[in-house]
Nanobody
Framework: QVQLVESGGGLVQAGGSLRLSCAAAGTIFRMNAMGWYRQAPGKQRELVARITSDGSTNYADSVKGRFTISRDKNTVSLQMNSLKPEDTAVYYC??????????WGRGTQVTVSS
């Protein structure tokens, strides 16, 4: 069974930076797309950034130019710069297996103070 192990997150002041990482454990196969979603209190979960197995990326409009997603095999990272209070949320790692099955991490809290 694939498990997504997240690290990073925490508390930072507005304008600061954080880096999230997520490793897919329990598989010898390369995952297809990997990415990050986030969910703020009282809001729906939304896509933040996604990267495919061939390196193609897409970002939410709200984070373009500030966040960068990268990948090394089955580890995906999200570099978050110029953080804003509205970026405060629980961030979830996600990955799609080679059979199209989706996996989710447990989530990591990111809090940006003003």
């Amino acid at each position: 069974q694939v498990q997504l192990v997240e690290s990073g997150g925490g508390l930072v002041q507005a304008g600061g930076s954080l880096r999230l990482s997520c490793a897919a454990a329990g598989t010898i196969f390369r995952m297809n797309a990997m990415g990050w979603y986030r969910q703020a209190p009282g809001k729906q979960r939304e896509l933040v950034a996604r990267i495919t197995s061939d390196g193609s990326t897409n970002y939410a409009d709200s984070v373009k130019g500030r966040f960068t997603i990268s990948r090394d095999k089955n580890t995906v990272s999200l570099q978050m710069n110029s953080l804003k209070p509205e970026d405060t949320a629980v961030y979830y790692c996600t990955a799609t297996g080679r059979l199209g099955d989706d996996f989710w991490g447990r989530g990591t809290q990111v809090t940006v103070s003003s």
